[in-house]
């Protein structure tokens, strides 16, 4: 038996460290917290006097958790979801033959968007894509940004994810349709916003991981001799009614790989 007590700071960064403060004074046997910014500030305010388990983050080691996945912070370990830029970058080749520039927006502010954009920017090189992105600074940032990126004489939105585009997708996605761009995606969910393809670590996945790990350390395991891990499942899913409107390239191979939408947000549903 356990009692858990849900946070959630809505991305204000001083309700984050008001909600750390709280857990101090609560002294929790285990804090799990998802995404890099929630990692940050349980690093500097509970991860010495509490185990901390992560998971929704792109690269743990350079959110400042250890030197390597191995070598980390004694008190902290978790699952990364490091998206599959590599792979993503073949598919636009494949799906868009001839495409030579993609865009994303990226939050600056925000480590792992710009390690995103970064990572993301040399897989698509290896493809001789070029990456237009254009900065966000707060969410009244994206519709500009969004307009002046589908100037930007690209083929497609391929949007990374980070905590300040994530909630105005929806927007993004439609300012794409609007110049009849397909827009690739990393996070699943926002197939159902207008996303036109993904291919996405399973964050339900991730999450069940994470919790495996948060029961060893509870059951007595220390977390220094946890390693960082990378999420292990991945989800192709393709719109086919949004390919077909852009123009999208499908090969019966990808087709047949690939988890349809609706059919699978419908199953998501059920369960």
């Not at 983050?57 to 250890?66: I, Q, T």
């Not at 349709?177 to 699943?188: E, I, Q, R």
């Not at 946890?226 to 393709?238: G, K, T, V, W, Y």
């Amino acid at each position: 038996d356990y009692e858990m007590r849900i946070f959630n700071a809505q991305g204000d960064m001083a309700t984050l460290s008001s909600i750390m403060l709280s857990i101090q004074a609560d002294q929790p046997d285990l804090v799990m917290v998802v995404s890099t910014p929630t990692l940050q500030a349980a690093l500097r305010q509970v991860a010495q006097t509490c185990p901390v388990v992560f998971t929704g983050v792109g690269d743990a080691v350079k959110a400042g958790a250890g030197k390597s996945e191995t070598k980390h912070h004694p008190n902290v370990t978790g699952i990364t979801t490091r998206s599959p830029f590599r792979g993503m970058a073949a598919i636009i080749k494949e799906t868009l033959p001839g495409t030579k520039r993609v865009g994303t927006l990226f939050t600056p502010a925000e480590i792992n968007s710009e390690i995103y954009r970064t990572w993301f920017e040399e897989a698509l090189r290896d493809q001789d894509i070029e990456l237009v992105s254009i900065p966000v600074t707060a969410p009244s940032d994206i519709p500009q940004a969004a307009d002046e990126l589908t100037r930007q004489n690209i083929a497609a939105v391929a949007q990374i994810a980070d905590n300040l585009t994530r909630p105005g997708f929806a927007l993004i996605a439609r300012r794409a349709d609007g110049k009849n761009l397909p827009v690739y995606v990393f996070d699943s969910d926002q197939m159902k916003e207008g996303g036109t393809l993904a291919l996405a670590r399973d964050y339900h996945d991730a999450a069940l991981e994470a919790a495996e790990m948060a029961v060893r350390i509870l059951n007595g395991e220390k977390p220094a001799v946890i390693p960082f891990r990378n999420a292990s499942m991945e989800a192709l899913i393709l719109n086919p009614d949004l390919a077909q409107r852009y123009g999208l390239s499908i090969g019966e191979a990808m087709r047949k790989k690939a988890a349809l939408y609706p059919q699978q947000h419908n199953r998501k549903d059920k369960q």
